[in-house]
């Protein structure tokens, strides 16, 4: 079993940053990769970011967060980080962190909200 606890979420005016944390516990030597969904209210949710665990860390980020945010991993401390500038009021949306496994469903985290708003 794999577990994840994210943190880091909040108010920001636009323009602004935030980063996101996702800390993993558990049976991580399962664990593939690991990313970011987000689901804004009367949306599907959709793939922000994410990132393998292998010594190449491969990135993949979707269209409208390139070159604002960043995904980055600390395998010490099995914490996945989103680095988020230059935030838009479209990046309001409850934000999930997820581990892809080798044998088993994806897991998902608790989600946390984040508002960009003057």
């Known amino acids: 079993q794999v577990q994840l606890v994210e943190s880091g979420g909040g108010l920001v005016q636009p323009g602004g940053s935030l980063r996101l944390s996702c800390a993993a516990s558990g049976n991580i030597f399962s664990i593939d990769g690991m990313g970011w969904y987000r689901q804004a209210p009367g949306k599907q949710r959709e793939l922000v970011a994410d990132i393998t665990i292998t010594s190449r860390s491969s990135t993949n980020y979707a269209d409208s967060v390139k070159g604002r945010f960043t995904i980055s991993r600390d395998n010490a401390k099995n914490t996945v980080f989103l680095q988020m500038n230059s935030l838009k009021p479209e990046d309001t949306a409850v934000y999930y962190c997820?581990?892809?496994?080798?044998?088993?469903?994806?897991?998902w985290g608790q989600g946390t909200q984040v508002t960009v708003s003057s």
């Open positions: 997820t581990a892809r496994l080798r044998a088993s469903l994806p897991v």
